[in-house]
């Protein structure tokens, strides 16, 4: 991949091929520390712990086709080229949280376009909702896509059992 964005698109596409409708996205740069990092959170079938042992395994995919595998793989490298890590965290039938940290270094990629690749994935998944929170130590907006935003034009903070559930899980582990 040429773009963190590429990335990005990629793990969302997972996030769509778990059959996730409610996808979290927080973004912390930390400017002091010249950090990033990126956890996306789905609503989606979660893995089993096989499929969790193996999932950012070069090769290794749950899709059936031949073009897979390579996605997790590729995005813990350039974590780890930039001196991070990539995480998984799954509950079968409950959820993912997918954690990227790495430094913001020389070698970085460019980091390409993250609002047109977030919409790009939101019209590609029009019965998915996304929240995304960017933050930084001096700032922090959360922006709510929904279907019903979509309709509308308002964003808004719907309150479902979804909703509850993630909320709850960031709660309990202190991963958001």
């Known amino acids: 991949m040429q773009t963190l964005d590429g990335h990005l698109l990629d793990l969302l ?3 769509t091929h778990a059959g996730a409708d409610l996808v979290l996205l927080h973004i912390h740069k930390d400017v002091k520390n010249s950090e990033v990092a990126v956890k996306i959170l789905d ?11 193996h ?3 070069k090769g ?5 086709n031949a073009h897979g595998g390579m996605g997790l793989y590729l995005a813990s490298e350039m974590c780890r080229k930039n001196g991070g890590n990539l995480r998984i965290k799954s509950k079968q039938g409950v959820y993912t949280l997918v954690t990227c940290r790495f430094k913001i ?10 609002p047109l690749t977030v919409a790009l994935w939101l019209y ?22 929904s279907r019903y935003a979509r309709k509308t034009g308002i964003q808004y903070v719907k309150s479902n059992r979804d909703v509850r559930l993630v909320a709850s899980l960031l ?6």
């Open 13 to 15: 596409l997972n996030c």
């Open 43 to 53: 609503n989606g079938c979660g893995m089993d712990e096989n499929t969790l042992l």
């Open 55 to 57: 999932a950012a395994d």
């Open 60 to 64: 290794f995919t749950t899709k059936n």
């Open 105 to 114: 270094t020389k070698h970085l990629l460019p980091a390409g376009n993250w």
């Open 124 to 145: 590609m998944n029009p019965k998915a909702d996304i929240w995304v929170q960017y933050s930084t130590e001096n700032f922090n907006k959360q922006f709510v896509f």
């Open 171 to 176: 709660d309990e582990k202190n991963d958001f």
